[in-house]
């Protein structure tokens, strides 16, 4: 499967941004899918996943309240929801696919390229 994400922007403090992670080549359904983002000169940080039905999702701590993975397999997409965004979210945002348990430690084979977010006034 190939992943693409979209959305990404500039976006001022307190603002809302969706991602989208499309898929082509196999039906996205099939796996769960994960977001993770990386800042310059920092580690890749893992943001959370939702299940292949998209009945159940998982977020760290970092975004708990302010981030929504959803999912909508018809379209073949997942979606990253973005509220009350800091300067400090600015990262480059990546959507990975597979089993759950690859995907929460960033094992997964199948990665998007990644998108652009900057928070900034």
């Known amino acids: 499967v190939q992943l693409v994400e979209s959305g990404g922007g500039l976006v001022e403090p307190g603002g809302s941004l969706t991602l989208s992670c499309a898929a082509s080549?196999?039906?996205?359904?099939?796996?769960?899918v994960g977001w993770f983002r990386q800042a310059p000169g920092k580690e890749r940080e893992y943001l959370g996943v939702?299940?292949?039905?998209?009945?159940?999702?998982y977020y760290e701590d970092s975004v708990k309240g302010r981030f929504t993975i959803s999912r909508d397999n018809a379209k073949n997409t997942v979606y990253l929801r973005m509220n009350s965004l800091k300067p400090e979210d600015s990262a480059v945002y990546y959507c990975?696919?597979?089993?759950?348990?690859?995907?929460?430690?960033?094992?997964?084979?199948?990665w998007g390229q990644g998108t652009q977010v900057t928070v900034s006034s």
């Open positions: 990975a696919a597979g089993a759950i348990a690859a995907v929460s430690v960033g094992r997964s084979s199948h």
């Open positions: 080549g196999d039906t996205l359904s099939i796996y769960a």
């Open positions: 939702i299940t292949w039905s998209g009945g159940e999702a």
